[in-house]
T-cell receptor, first 110, second 116 residues
Framework: DAKTTQPPSMDCAEGRAANLPCNHS???????VYWYRQIHSQGPQYIIH???NNETNEMASLIITEDRKSSTLILPHATLRDTAVYYC???????????FGTGTRLKVLA | DTGVSQNPRHKITKRGQNVTFRCDPI?????LYWYRQTLGQGPEFLTY????????KSRLLSDRFSAERPKGSFSTLEIQRTEQGDSAMYLC??????????????FGSGTRLTVV
């Protein structure tokens, strides 16, 4: 079954790059990897998604391994406002069910 | 457009009571989703609507749970005979047809239910 595995927590110094890993070894060939974050008491917010190639937008970069079994979300210059829980998400093929997992709690330190 | 709106934001109820939550999606979005999030866990999919039709339900949605979207606009999630294990954040999300998870898939801020 679709599943993601992430470290439960990470710290990052303000201004440094935050690299958040995710294992999704059971991902199907046509399924995207999505990253969302959730700040306390709010709903999850979209960050980025990708299929095979690395992706970059104004918020982050996404590096996907060639075998697609894992990926890394990179926040290039973390700020205090990036403190949140980050979820790596995959879909159960053929459904509208997305698997969020337990996420990584990122704490950006001043 | 103020995004996906959920009411109430917080609900405290006694065990055994019924509760109902409301979700107002982004106006042009015809897909609507409900999730449940317990403390320390990620959101778990409950159910999905395309317009007024409920097209997918999770096994998590026991017979005490019912969701409706009568006119294809707002949706309600009712929990009957609440149990302490129902305490969680209930999240609603909406999107347009053809949009999968991504920038167009928008979550509300959720309703936090506490069953005492």
């Amino acid at each position: 079954d679709a599943k993601t595995t992430q470290p439960p927590s990470m710290d990052c110094a303000e201004g440094r790059a935050a690299n958040l890993p995710c294992n999704h070894s059971t991902i199907s060939g046509n399924e995207y990897v999505y990253w969302y974050r959730q700040i306390h008491s709010q709903g999850p917010q979209y960050i980025i998604h990708g299929l095979k190639n690395n992706e970059t937008n104004e918020m982050a970069s996404l590096i996907i391994t060639e075998d697609r079994k894992s990926s890394t979300l990179i926040l290039p210059h973390a700020t205090l406002r990036d403190t949140a829980v980050y979820y790596c998400i995959v879909r159960v093929t053929g459904t509208y069910k997305y698997i969020f997992g337990t996420g990584t709690r990122l704490k950006v330190l001043a | 457009d103020t995004g996906v709106s959920q009411n109430p934001r917080h609900k405290i109820t006694k065990r055994g009571q019924n509760v109902t939550f409301r979700c107002d999606p982004i106006s042009e979005h015809n897909r609507l989703y409900w999730y449940r999030q317990t403390l320390g866990q990620g959101p778990e999919f409950l159910t999905y609507f395309q317009n007024e039709a409920q097209l997918e339900k999770s096994r998590l949605l026991s017979d005490r749970f019912s969701a409706e979207r009568p006119k294809g606009s707002f949706s309600t999630l009712e929990i009957q005979r609440t149990e302490q294990g129902d305490s969680a954040m209930y999240l609603c999300a909406s999107s347009l047809t053809g949009e999968m998870l991504g920038s167009g898939y928008t979550f509300g801020s959720g309703t936090r239910l506490t069953v005492v």
